[in-house]
């Protein structure tokens, strides 16, 4: 496994044409402060390593939504003070996150001319009426057309979506498809976070008036169940599944599936899909699946939640690991 790492510098983003109807800029101002160039300066010294050799295992990531749509000058002095850090070998590259509507040929010059090498997109949902009702303000095709341009200068592109966005009723459908026009772009990698209802939000509104309803955990684990595997299939990278444990998120909850550890949930819920449809061929009795150590607490499940839910099926499964298995692969054999 490569032990990459992000030195993830976060910049608020003070220049949004609007309010996402998820997003909470508040939190977002008040918890962070704008990096100077010295403070990206002092940042990078602290954190990339000396030793040009170990460099290329890390990025300098400037996150926060919209990089490219901060002033110019700022940006670029931003930059300025990244790129001799790519140059000399302390770090292999420069990421940044942005949205779609502000992505064009003069600022992918500059990213270029700055050592940018990865542009992650915030797209959320490909359903324009879904991007409407949430106040994005960019269409679909904004996505499509900026990935096309960050593709032909280069750069690795990366693509952010949610799941349970307000707007769709069939929160499924909706993830299906946005993963459905990922996988037609081919993005390098991808991030999948569940959609959470913060306070001070038009989110919030929309729930408090009952217009709003969150999809629950256990829904939102099964579109992820779903929607992984499309990428996988696809050879996308998801780079990110599930938000942070974070703080202020869990101070301004209001509501949504939010959980510490959303990604072991989905993935102990593939494992599950996986196995079900293995033994649906097989009689009933007792099996053992034979997983990776990686994978033992996958397989078995929060609170052994996998292996209660074979029994009821009929099937009364061990879990046992053997390192000949690769990380996600599994074998079954009689008991
Ligand atoms: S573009 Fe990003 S930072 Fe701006 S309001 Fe929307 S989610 Fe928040």
Redesign the pocket.
Known sequence: LAKHKNLAIFVP?AG?P???S??D?NV?SETEEIPTPEKVSELCDEFLPTDTNSGKDYEIAFF???FTAIEEDYMISLLQVACPYVKSGRAKGIRCST?PDAIDSHILDILKMYSVTSVEL?AQSMDDEVLKKNL??HSANDVFKASQLIKDYGFSLGLQMMTGLYGRRDYMEDALYTAGCFCKIKPDTVRIYPTITLKNTLLAHFYEKGLYKPPTLSETIEICANIVPVFEKANIKIIKLGLHADRSIEKNYVAGPYHPAFKELVESRIFFDKVKIELSNKEKGRWNIIVNEKNLSQMIGQSKENIKKFAKLGYNVKVKSNHDIKSGEFTIEKR
């Open positions: 983003h949004c609007q309010k996402c998820f997003c800029q977002i926060g939504g919209s949205r915030g994005r303000g």
